[in-house]
């Protein structure tokens, strides 16, 4: 790739130290010139936030493994894969980062900045999170994967015995709609279809962090970063450090039973399958 490295004031106070250039402005990040619109100001402190947040799990698997690989999951144009590359698996000299991506023609725009960056252990996957089958995965990332997709991306963790799970969830509409109409005791809770959204998003991600919690994780929910820059703000961030939790599992199932809700990870635990 053509180095160039010129950037405008404005964009330079968004980037961190050593950041390349020339890789943003192949990512339309940054425009030719080196300006940034409000659009990719946003998108930009978004992912690097994300990356600053899971350093610590990053350097924890370097120190611990020689090549440990991130799976990003539910890539879109790849802009975590390709900043976490930038800033942290390239200097480290090893390691891997690997991009989830459904749609194919973001997974060959992809692969070519990829190759003309010269990152040569960034990988691609093409296809869905739940028919991906890689070899070891250390940590697992999701930011905004559509719906269902961050369910998928907590079982592709729990199939590759992920040790680190980064989720920053997106909209969220099964449980809405399973609660549309459904009485029970706390029915007021989701009259209103506002309410019903919001109500079933965050009940999708309470039972989220009990899933992780019933397969041994340690989990912690906090805000993700500014909401000037999302509306979709809550990290997931979990920790294995034992092979599971009956305490956590026996709520989960209780708290999906007594709401009247079922999800598709329930039908996991029910299987036993994860
Ligand atoms: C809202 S975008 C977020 C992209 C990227 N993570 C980011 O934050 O810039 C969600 C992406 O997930 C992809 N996606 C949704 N469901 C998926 C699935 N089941 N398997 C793989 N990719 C999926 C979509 O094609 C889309 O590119």
Not at 181 to 193: F, I, M
Not at 209 to 232: I, N
């Amino acid at each position: 790739m053509k180095p160039q490295k010129t950037i405008q004031k404005s964009a330079a106070e968004e980037l961190a130290p050593g950041q390349s250039v020339p890789l943003l402005k192949a990512l339309h990040i940054l425009t030719h010139n080196g300006g940034i619109n409000a659009d990719s100001r946003r998108k930009l402190k978004q992912v690097q936030h994300l990356a600053q947040l899971i350093k610590p799990a990053i350097d924890a698997a370097l120190a611990e493994k020689p090549e440990p690989v991130l799976a990003d999951l539910g890539a879109g144009k790849s802009y975590l894969g390709f900043i976490l590359y930038d800033l942290y698996f390239g200097p480290a000299g090893r390691g891997r980062v690997l991009n989830v991506e459904a749609r194919p023609a973001l997974v060959e725009t992809a692969r070519k900045i990829a190759a003309e960056s010269g990152f040569t252990r960034m990988d691609f996957v093409e296809g869905t999170i739940a028919e991906s089958q890689v070899g070891a995965v250390d940590i697992v990332t999701a930011l905004h994967a559509c719906d269902t997709a961050t369910d998928e991306a907590i079982l592709f963790a729990l199939k590759h015995e992920a040790k680190f799970v980064a989720l920053v969830p997106c909209c969220q509409a099964e449980l809405a709609a399973q609660l549309d109409g459904a009485k029970g005791l706390l029915d007021q809770l989701w009259r209103h279809g506002m309410h019903r959204r919001e109500f079933g998003s965050h009940l999708t991600n309470v039972l989220r962090g009990l899933y992780l919690e019933a397969h041994g994780y340690k989990v912690r929910v906090t805000e993700y970063t500014g909401f000037e820059h999302t509306q979709k703000n809550e990290l997931i961030f979990a920790e294995r450090h034992q092979r599971g939790n009956p305490r956590a599992r026996a709520e989960f199932e209780k708290l999906a039973k007594e709401i009247g809700a079922s999800p598709k990870l329930l039908n996991f635990i029910e299987a036993g399958t994860q």
